[in-house]
């Protein structure tokens, strides 16, 4: 094995004398420079989704999206009631659709979603992972608004591809996060996500720089039979990223680090300025779940094999799809979704539907806020 160039000179980034927390929103704009911002905290995070829409929405819009937030309450208090099971996805894609809406209409270009259409259909094969979603670029022919395409505009800064996309659920189904373990077992096949031991800020102050390093345990690789350069070809980090050199170990195991190749150039002193900036290059390959303890976030890689990379989508979206198709199964062949927890993925799908809202919850209200947003722990 080649040996390791080393890592660039620098120091970890601190704020207040303690070391920076990695976010996909680090920053908040402040008129002169940006600021470091918390993590916020709260028991449900409805109610701060409503004070911030109120603050930030065009008053035009403002009636539309807390009707919309209202809704998207509503539908998701039936989705997760003890006791509610065949309705479940469907109250849950509502309830998303809304949400969905409410992002749309705070942060985005259009003034109201009226006449706006789903921008999925599906087509349900006897086997599920064969069955089949069509994607609608948004506006569609007619001039409708398209809620998926609105949406992953919101999220990732593009929309669905001109000509639209079709995506397959057994593509889809292995890149959502909580109860992947289900799916790698039921589908006799290796787990694809890779958690980060931790992902820092460093910097130069010699010549103001800024730049990310990205570390993973060397056992969940080789656990996996994953080398290195897989995991940076399959997780979509290579072309920024490459392994350093790195003594670090915990508990005796070995720390892997991968660098930002190019660092990023801060003015004035003030290297907060263009944390944001570093952070957008690495999150379309992050994804991450909720935690009611400190760091409050985790985060992992998904190795896509090649063959299902017309298929990957931004975490949330991948959540969205396929709620949106067993939502409507649930609504008009309630036997099929029957059928569907009988079979193989059964305990997967379950642990979908009953387990996946808070995280798409408060991520989601994240994505609003454009603020991490957690669950404090309650003693």
């Not at 809406?101 to 599906?122: D, E, R, Y």
């Not at 720390?255 to 944390?275: D, G, I, S």
């Not at 959540?319 to 036997?335: D, E, K, M, W």
């Not at 305990?347 to 408060?362: E, I, M, S």
Request: net charge positive.
């Amino acid at each position: 094995m080649p040996l390791l160039p080393q890592p660039k000179d620098g120091e970890r980034l601190q704020t207040k004398g303690r070391d920076t927390q990695f976010s996909f929103w680090p920053t908040r704009r402040l008129r002169a420079h940006a600021k470091i911002q918390p993590v916020l905290f709260a028991l449900e995070p409805w109610g701060i989704i409503e004070s911030y829409v109120k603050k930030k929405c065009k008053n035009t819009r403002l009636p539309e999206a807390l009707s919309c937030l209202s809704q998207a309450h509503d539908f998701y208090l039936v989705g997760t009631e003890k006791g509610v099971a065949a309705g479940r996805p469907l109250a849950l894609y509502y309830a998303y659709m809304n949400l969905a809406k409410v992002i749309c209409l705070t942060h985005g270009p259009h003034s109201t979603f009226n006449n706006a259409q789903h921008g999925l259909s599906g087509t349900a094969q006897a086997d599920f992972e064969s069955s089949t979603l069509d994607a609608y670029r948004s506006p569609g022919r007619a001039g409708k608004l398209q809620n998926f395409s609105e949406l992953m505009q919101a999220i990732s800064g593009r929309h669905v591809p001109r000509r639209g996309t079709q995506y397959e659920l057994g593509h889809i189904l292995p890149q959502i996060l909580p109860g992947h373990r289900l799916w790698a077992q039921a589908s006799s096949k290796t787990e694809r996500f890779i958690a980060f031991e931790s992902i820092q800020f460093w910097r130069s102050t010699h010549n103001q720089k800024v730049w990310l390093r990205l570390h993973v345990m060397a056992d969940d690789l080789s656990r996996l039979s994953v080398t290195h350069q897989k995991f940076l070809d399959e997780s979509g980090l290579s072309s920024d990223f490459s392994e350093v050199k790195c003594d670090r170990k915990i508990e005796g195991n070995k720390v892997l680090c991968f660098e930002q190749r190019t660092a990023k150039p801060y003015p004035h002193r003030h290297p907060a300025n263009v944390l944001s900036e570093l952070v957008e290059l690495v999150k379309p390959h992050l994804w991450a779940t909720v935690a009611s303890v400190p760091p409050y976030r985790r985060y992992y890689a998904y190795l896509c094999p090649s063959a299902d990379s017309r298929s990957l989508l931004p975490q949330l979206l991948s959540v969205y799809a396929l709620t949106y198709y067993l939502g409507s199964i649930t609504r008009y062949r309630p036997h099929e979704f029957d059928r569907l927890l009988a079979e193989k993925f059964g305990a997967r799908l379950h642990d979908f539907v009953t387990g996946q809202p808070d995280q798409f919850l408060y991520l989601l209200a994240s994505e609003i806020l454009r603020q991490d947003i957690a669950r404090p722990s309650i003693i």
